[in-house]
């Protein structure tokens, strides 16, 4: 048991540490730090500019998708020391929003499943932020469920042709890639009928409608597909091997999102010491305290968590679904968390306005983005399933639609709903 | 970094598991329970024997000399076993103020023995209801002598001295060495929520001590070697969660209602999932603990703190949920159930409640805001 940074360790981290001060764009760092959970734009000029510089100048000096290896344009270091790089970036990691799903789920899935040609034309501009990717797995009538979608893909000469939607799509208006999952046989059951591609987000055919979320952003699209034509060779997979392909994308998914989940409650700590309540300042009434205590504890259990999984990952062991728990308990916990802090302000909690708000309406932003994380890439219901069957051997729920041919699987429609 | 216990380490753990299923299984928690003993006596002379306990006294004072993370892999294993021992007053906290502040005489008489598992200490600082407070110390020593009342204290009829917080006679809260077969000490046993840990009253009346410590710091010693205290019960506490959900886990796929296992039911899965999330959290939290204790960090105070709150949670969230899955079954006196709804609610309390760690939680967070590990 060992907390302390190796030599090794402390070099890296001093090296990340130098680096970071001479290249940082310091005039964006204090807009930066007040922003909330969620937020991107540091109110300092373009802030997608702002991200393509900040990654590209990343990639140039050898601290950009420090994993990968470098014939991909990363820079081979370990899990370790992403870490140690992590908490020094700090806050210039806001600006890396865009290029999360990118490098969290489309990256590592076409470095397992893509070609070598196709690794090393993509991947590198991945890494510098160059290109954008975005993930087409959800659909209107299947997210939890995604092994449901319909969007279909027929195979054309050494073409094929798509057909079909998607949505809730992050990112897709600003994507010049985007990894697809789609049908490709309806006649078995639902998980052997599924291929996955890649394609160009300029291909005639695509096209992109944004949708208002209920925070009053647009970053979620719907994605409609008519008579799209992808190569054959943007195929990742066997046809029919679409699901396990998926499972590569979602295991990097809870990996890069459950890993470094903000909780909310570095900033509620802060804010206690700031605020004033009948009882003086928040952060003297005991009752502040106890929620501040369970709360420091599931903070601080999420992240030793992933200190562990890291140590784990560094002796060789695989990620395994016990990395369910960080989304799970930061998603309730951020609701929870500007919940208390909008009680502290009393009436005066309402106002969203970040020039009135006090902490520039931090916490009310982490209100309305909130639920998202409960639900994006994985329900709380569908993480508890993960836990319970996959760590704890529970059985399975029982399925009506296991081992029926998709199109005879029962929906909405057939059952007489809309 | 490496934050996980060593493959030594690991192997101890199996050693100690298989010691503990062998000679502390839950029938021997259930015999202290239903009887007048004060503890699993004859678990204690092997444990003793094995030198467990022993791991983090030095070996010049008897011990194994081992270091704190063997000692925190040892009381996972006792929590998990439910074993009827007084680690918490004899181990993780008698012996701890002696090497902490005893004199050279003090620490000879008593560690090697307490090593050895032929004496055991424990500490005697409550007297009234409600939070540890100099105003609630009302006992008084004047010339050597002690007078006044202790309730409740763990082990109380078993142990050979206690270490007592008493008024000296410049009115400061002081710590002193009592020994309990001396003229002047009557002890009788209190009914506490967990009979296999016993707990006593203790009346003195002028019986002789000596002190132990600077004399007017025994609060602040009390909250030093507390905090010690605590990372090691967070692990017997984590065991015991561990043991909770383990016989939840085994009962959910055996029992059937509905024609199916009632482990298929999500109400009934999403319950374990959030019993192992608490476990989860609370695991990381007193692995944390751990480390700070094996290499005295001055990060101690909070992640004693957080290990403490963490593994109070997830104890009696896992130990009560247990019973809720075992159904009416679960709330029979046969089923091992109570045994551990029990001592969840013993650990809970004592070193002080929940709210006592909550509040020296954040107290020590403002001190040393960095929370981060770097
Ligand atoms: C902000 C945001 C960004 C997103 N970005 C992307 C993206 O970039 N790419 C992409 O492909 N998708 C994206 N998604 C979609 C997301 O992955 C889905 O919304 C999610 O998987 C849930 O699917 P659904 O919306 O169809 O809800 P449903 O699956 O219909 O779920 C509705 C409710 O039913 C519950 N439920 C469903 N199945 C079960 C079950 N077996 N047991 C118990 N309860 C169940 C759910 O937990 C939920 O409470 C995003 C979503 C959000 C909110």
Not at chain 1, 9 to 23: P, V
Not at chain 2, 293 to 299: E, F, I, K, Q, Y
Request: charge should be negative; aromatic fraction near 8%.
């Amino acid at each position: 048991m060992n907390f302390d940074d190796t030599p090794e360790e402390a070099a890296f981290r001093s090296k990340a540490r130098d680096w970071i001060s001479a290249n940082a764009p310091r005039e964006l760092h204090a807009g930066l730090s007040k922003l909330g959970f969620g937020q991107s734009d540091a109110g300092v000029g373009d802030p997608m500019q702002a991200a393509k510089q900040w990654q590209k100048k990343k990639q140039e000096g050898g601290w950009a998708a420090l994993r990968w290896p470098r014939e991909y344009g990363g820079a081979g270091a370990s899990a370790i020391e992403q870490v140690i790089w992590q908490s020094e970036e700090g806050a210039y990691a806001k600006l890396g929003g865009a290029f999360t799903i990118g490098l969290g789920m489309c990256g590592p899935t076409l470095m397992t499943w893509g070609t070598e040609e196709d690794k090393r034309k993509r991947l590198p501009k991945l890494a510098s932020g160059e290109e954008i990717w975005c993930q087409l797995f959800s659909e209107p009538i299947a997210g939890s469920d995604l092994a449901g979608i319909r969007t279909r893909a027929a195979p054309e000469g050494d073409e094929w042709v798509v057909n079909g939607q998607k949505i809730w799509t992050s990112g897709a208006k600003e994507s010049d890639w985007g990894l697809l999952i789609a049908r490709t046989d309806t006649g078995v059951a639902k998980h052997r009928g599924l291929t996955m591609f890649f394609l160009d987000m300029k291909s005639p055919g695509v096209e992109v409608r944004p949708i208002k979320q209920m925070n009053g952003d647009a970053h979620f699209n719907e994605v409609y597909f008519t008579d799209v034509r992808i190569p054959d060779a943007q195929r990742l997979g066997a046809v029919g091997q679409g699901w396990t392909v998926a499972l590569t994308t979602l295991m990097n998914e809870r990996m890069s999102i459950g890993g470094s989940m903000p909780t909310g409650f570095d900033e509620l700590l802060n804010y206690a010491e700031e605020i004033e309540t009948e009882h003086g300042r928040a952060i003297n009434d005991p009752r502040v305290r106890s929620r501040l205590a369970s709360y420091a504890v599931k903070a601080t259990g999420l992240q030793y968590s992933a200190y562990r999984s890291i140590s784990a990952l560094s002796r060789g062991e695989e990620p395994g679904p016990e990395n369910s728990i960080g989304k799970l308990v930061a998603g309730s916990m951020l609701q929870d968390v500007s919940r208390f802090a909008l009680d502290l302000q009393g009436e005066y909690g309402l106002i969203i306005d970040e020039k009135l708000s006090p902490d520039n309406a931090r916490f009310q932003r982490m209100l309305m983005r909130s639920p998202a994380t409960r639900i994006e890439g994985g329900s709380d219901e569908i993480l508890r399933n993960i836990i319970a069957e996959r760590v704890l051997g529970l059985p399975a729920d029982i399925r009506v639609d296991k081992d029926v041919a998709f199109d005879r699987i029962p929906t909405a429609a057939s059952a007489g709903g809309r | 970094m490496q934050f996980d216990f060593s493959s030594e380490q690991k192997e101890l753990q199996t050693s100690v598991r298989r010691f503990f299923t062998d000679n502390s299984p839950n029938s021997a928690a259930r015999g202290v329970l239903e009887s007048t003993a004060g503890h699993d006596e004859s678990l204690w002379k092997k444990v003793g024997e094995q030198g467990f306990l022993a791991a983090a006294i030095p070996e010049a004072q008897g011990g194994v000399g081992a270091g704190y993370l063997e000692l925190c892999v040892v009381a996972q294993e006792a929590g998990r076993a439910l074993a009827a021992l007084p680690t918490v007053s004899s181990i993780y906290q008698a012996a701890e103020f002696l090497m902490a502040v005893g004199t050279p005489e003090q620490q000879a008489k008593w560690l090697p023995r307490l090593a050895s598992g032929e004496a055991i200490g424990t500490v005697a600082v409550t007297e009234a209801a409600g939070p540890l407070n100099p105003k609630a110390i009302t006992t008084r020593v004047t010339n050597q002598r002690l007078t006044g009342t202790k309730l409740p204290v763990a082990d109380g009829s078993a142990a050979d001295f206690a270490i007592v917080a008493a008024k000296d006679e410049h009115s400061g809260i002081s710590l002193f060495i009592a020994e309990l077969a001396a003229d002047g000490v009557e002890r009788t046993p209190v009914e506490t929520v967990d009979p296999s840990r016993k707990h006593a009253r203790l009346d003195f009346d002028g019986a002789v001590v000596e002190p132990l410590g600077a004399p007017g710091e025994g609060l602040a010693l009390i909250e030093r070697i507390r905090d010690r205290a605590a990372v090691l019960t967070a692990f017997e506490q984590i065991g015991g969660a561990q043991a909770a959900l383990d016989m939840a886990r085994d009962y959910a796929l055996q029992r059937f209602a509905f024609g199916r296992q009632i482990g298929s039911f999500q109400a009934i899965k999403h319950m374990l999932a959030d019993m192992y999330v608490s476990l989860e959290l609370a695991r990381s939290n007193a692995y944390y603990g751990a480390w700070a204790l094996s290499v005295d960090s001055d990060r101690l105070p909070a992640a004693a703190a957080s290990a403490r709150v963490a593994a109070t949670q997830a104890y009696q969230l896992c130990a009560a949920n247990n019973i809720q899955v075992h159904g009416g079954m679960g709330f029979t006196w046969e089923f091992d159930c109570h045994l551990h709804y029990r001592r969840s609610n013993y650990l809970a309390l004592a070193l002080g409640g929940p709210s006592h760690w909550e509040e020296r939680l954040i107290e020590s967070v403002r001190v040393n805001p960095a929370l981060k590990a770097a």
